[in-house]
T-cell receptor, first 108, second 115 residues
Framework: DAKTTQPNSMESNEEEPVHLPCNHS???????IHWYRQLPSQGPEYVIH???SNVNNRMASLAIAEDRKSSTLILHRATLRDAAVYYC?????????FGKGTKLSVKP | DAGVIQSPRHEVTEMGQEVTLRCKPI?????LFWYRQTMMRGLELLIY????????DSGMPEDRFSAKMPNASFSTLKIQPSEPRDSAVYFC?????????????FGPGTRLTVL
């Protein structure tokens, strides 16, 4: 599986948008881009995924660069409950390979 | 649906003892995954099953670890004998793969401490 690079940590203020970047320069044409997050003391949970086009769901938006070598997870209004580790994962089929992710802190 | 169910939630045992972790996947899901999470190594995939058949066990650390899935609604991960370095949080996840894409649903995890 291709590798992803994410910042170790980021901070945000409550009710402000958050942009979490992910670089995946070795992505192949059929790799899906997945985002999961892990709240403290919980298992990971699915956030969003995409292939080429930008995607929106009730939790977040995913912006994918035209060359697909990077993507950005957008939380439109961060809440304290969004404090978690966010994982950007490339997956073709089968299993997910988790990296270290980005630890997001949200300040009130 | 109750989600993925794991038991026990916490397990404390002594080195050398056998440990069995249990998982009930979401009904209808055809993939089941076992992960281990430690501070040092993060989240690692140990093994996964498709339709109760083990597909990839290359992440299983050594012969002390074994996993079974006797039916679609139950899986076990066994460590025998356990060692202190096995202390970790073990997660089970399941998914349904209609067309190659899968969203994995994770259980709450079992926190294992081996003294």
């Amino acid at each position: 599986d291709a590798k992803t690079t994410q910042p170790n940590s980021m901070e945000s203020n409550e009710e402000e948008p958050v942009h979490l970047p992910c670089n995946h320069s070795t992505i192949s044409g059929t790799d899906y881009i997945h985002w999961y997050r892990q709240l403290p003391s919980q298992g990971p949970e699915y956030v969003i995924h995409g292939l080429t086009s930008n995607v929106n769901n009730r939790m977040a938006s995913l912006a994918i660069a035209e060359d697909r070598k990077s993507s950005t997870l957008i939380l439109h209004r961060a809440t304290l409950r969004d404090a978690a580790v966010y994982y950007c994962i490339l997956r073709l089929r089968g299993n997910l390979i988790f990296g270290k992710g980005t630890k997001l802190s949200v300040k009130p | 649906d109750a989600g993925v169910i794991q038991s026990p939630r916490h397990e404390v045992t002594e080195m050398g003892q056998e440990v069995t972790l249990r998982c009930k996947p979401i009904s209808g899901h055809d993939y089941l995954f076992w992960y281990r999470q430690t501070m040092m190594r993060g989240l690692e995939l140990l093994i996964y099953f498709n339709n109760n058949v083990p597909i990839d066990d290359s992440g299983m650390p050594e012969d002390r670890f074994s996993a079974k899935m006797p039916n679609a609604s139950f899986s076990t991960l066994k460590i025998q004998p356990s060692e202190p370095r096995d202390s970790a949080v073990y997660f089970c996840a399941s998914s349904f793969v209609p067309s190659g894409y899968n969203e994995q649903f994770f259980g709450p995890g079992t926190r294992l401490t081996v003294l």
